[in-house]
């Protein structure tokens, strides 16, 4: 069946530090992936996206590649900011239903 | 526009009580789904209403019923609940349910069953 696999939290960096989230997916057939962002007491908001292998995702300085050789989606991003404090949710669609990753929690301090 | 909107933000009702959520979208999308959300975890499907129509009940019991009134609108209506049930309600819709289009989110319901 398919799945998401999210690396465990939670994550605690220095303003500034260099972030990565590793997610790594199981599935048939061609996959679209996602990032979601959840702020403390919100709904998830909608990071990026990737629809095909070697696709490049990015957004407010995040960024995500479609690795279908190694089945993985890893977040990055080069200089995280206190504001970027939240939990991140990789998933994937297989055109029915969306399968998420139990979620990582990252914490900034200045 | 990409906004979904969820009233009420918050709910406390006691295991007798009838009470409804509603979900609302403006993007024109065909799809829109129900999920619960307990601390700490990702949300969990609940149902799925596609062109207006039940396409996907996630077992979930039957003291949670869902609505799709119109095209924009989702409700969801709870009665007899349990405490295991206070949760995030999330309310997310997409342009169609297949196709692997994007879903998005509103800001959810707090729920506290008493």
């Known amino acids: 069946g398919n799945s998401v696999t999210q690396m465990e939290g939670p994550v605690t960096l220095s303003e500034e530090a260099f972030l990565t989230i590793n997610c790594t997916y199981t599935?048939?057939?061609?996959?679209?992936l996602f990032w979601y962002v959840q702020y403390p007491g919100e709904g998830l908001q909608l990071l990026l996206k990737a629809t095909k292998a070697d696709d490049k995702g990015s957004n407010k300085g995040f960024e995500a590649t479609y690795r279908k050789e190694t089945t993985s989606f890893h977040l990055e991003k080069g200089s995280v900011q206190v504001s970027d404090s939240a939990v991140y949710f990789c998933?994937?669609?297989?055109?029915?239903?969306?399968?998420f990753g139990t979620g990582t929690s990252l914490t900034v301090i200045p | 526009d990409t906004e979904v909107t969820q009233t009420p933000k918050h709910l406390v009702m006691g295991m007798t009580n009838k009470k409804s959520l509603k979900c609302e979208q403006h993007m024109g999308h065909r799809a829109m789904y129900w999920y619960k959300q307990k601390a700490k975890k990702p949300p969990e499907l609940m149902f799925v209403?596609?062109?207006?129509?039940?396409?996907i009940n996630e077992s979930v019991p039957s003291r949670f019923s869902p609505e799709c009134p119109n095209s924009s609108l989702l409700n969801l209506h709870l009665h007899a609940l349990q405490p295991e049930d206070s949760a995030l309600y999330l309310c997310?819709?997409?342009?169609?349910?297949?196709?692997?289009?994007?879903?998005?989110f509103g800001p959810g319901t707090r729920l506290t069953v008493t």
């Open positions: 997310a819709s997409s342009r169609q349910a297949t196709n692997s289009y994007e879903q998005y």
């Open positions: 998933a994937l669609s297989d055109g029915n239903q969306f399968y």
């Open positions: 599935a048939t057939g061609y996959p679209s």
């Open positions: 209403y596609s062109y207006e129509k039940l396409s």
